[in-house]
């Protein structure tokens, strides 16, 4: 079964790190870029970050310097680490595989 599970989400203070997870079917994550995607309320969804099966990454403007995502592609798992969170990162997240799939999301909330 095709399936993208994320975890991690929460409260955090500005200023604050979270790391979020994202475990993937085997056949869906080894050899597709994976990406981190977010929609705020109101918002429509936007790319936060993308990860290539060789380790390539790209980020949105808005998050470089803060973001981290990476890959374990032995746990068939990837990562966003996120530091110096800000009340306009409030959004859930969502994993994405190249091959069109979609986790449930996570919500992440910043705020004092």
């Known amino acids: 079964q095709v399936q993208l599970v994320e975890s991690g989400g929460g409260l955090v203070h500005p200023g604050g790190s979270l790391t979020l997870s994202c475990a993937a079917s085997?056949?869906?994550?080894?050899?597709?870029?994976m990406g981190w995607y977010r929609q705020a309320p109101g918002k429509q969804r936007e790319l936060v970050a993308t990860?290539?099966?060789?380790?390539?990454?790209s980020y949105a403007d808005s998050v470089k310097g803060r973001f981290t995502i990476s890959r374990d592609n032995a746990k068939n798992t990837v990562y966003l680490q996120m530091n110096s969170l800000k009340p306009e990162d409030t959004a859930v997240y969502y994993c994405?595989?190249?091959?069109?799939?979609w986790g449930q999301g996570t919500l992440v909330t910043v705020s004092s």
């Open positions: 994405h595989s190249g091959v069109g799939a």
């Open positions: 085997p056949s869906i994550f080894s050899t597709y870029t």
């Open positions: 990860i290539t099966m060789v380790g390539g990454t």
